[in-house]
């Protein structure tokens, strides 16, 4: 779906962290395939947990790891680094 003047609409996803589906399906394409995963990597999840349906069912909807990454299984999730 597109926003105005053509360019992508971006939805809210998690309210309390202010998390778009963007960076959601960001944390995804980098290999997070679970909410823990993407809690952790973009903070999606980590309030009241509304959400947690809403970002199960966009890593349901992702393709597999091992078709994302030609079958190595190896994870791609980069923890957020502590200051």
């Known amino acids: 779906m597109n926003g105005r003047y053509g360019v992508p609409a971006t939805m809210i996803v998690c309210l309390c962290e202010a998390v778009s589906d963007r960076e959601i399906k960001g944390c995804i394409e980098r290999g997070c395939r679970s ?15 509304a959400c947690h349906s809403m970002v199960r069912e966009m890593i349901d909807a992702a393709p597999s790891l091992s078709e994302s990454v030609g079958g190595s299984g190896v ?3 980069q923890e957020p680094q502590q200051a």
Do not use: P
């Open 35 to 49: 909410l823990g995963e993407v809690r952790r990597t973009c903070g999606a999840g980590r309030g009241c947990g």
């Open 75 to 77: 994870s791609l999730v």
